[in-house]
């Protein structure tokens, strides 16, 4: 079983910049794992944010979000990271951590954190 926590969202306004943490833990090496990033604002379905492999080296990113967000990983530290700037009131969402997957599609991936809120308004 892995854990998995999410944690650095809140509120910022238009323009700002935040940086989400993923913490993995548990039984399976953390470091065999992918992670991804994905986000749901209200009404809306989930949708793919960034996905990073084991190693680091290979990173995948929603078009429309290029530039703008960056996906990280610690695996010393057992951590992936989600560098967002630039921020819009349409990245409102909460955003979900997931390991064992670089899929754009959520049934890709096995386990899931709680979700952190990140608010920019408008």
């Known amino acids: 079983q892995v854990q998995v926590e999410e944690s650095g969202g809140g509120l910022v306004q238009a323009g700002g910049s935040l940086r989400l943490s993923c913490a993995a833990s548990?039984?399976?090496?953390?470091?065999?794992?992918?992670m991804g990033w994905f986000r749901q604002a209200p009404g809306k379905e989930r949708e793919f944010v960034a996905s990073i492999d084991w190693s680091g080296v290979h990173k995948y990113y929603a078009d429309s979000l290029k530039g703008r967000f960056t996906i990280s990983r610690d695996s010393g530290k057992n951590t992936a990271y989600l560098q967002m700037n630039s921020l819009k009131p349409e990245d409102t969402a909460v955003y979900y951590c997931?390991?064992?997957?670089?899929?754009?599609?959520?049934?890709?991936?096995?386990?899931w954190g709680q979700g952190t809120q990140v608010t920019v308004p408008s």
């Open positions: 997931a390991t064992g997957s670089t899929s754009r599609f959520p049934e890709g991936y096995k386990y």
């Open positions: 548990g039984r399976t090496t953390f470091s065999s794992y992918a």
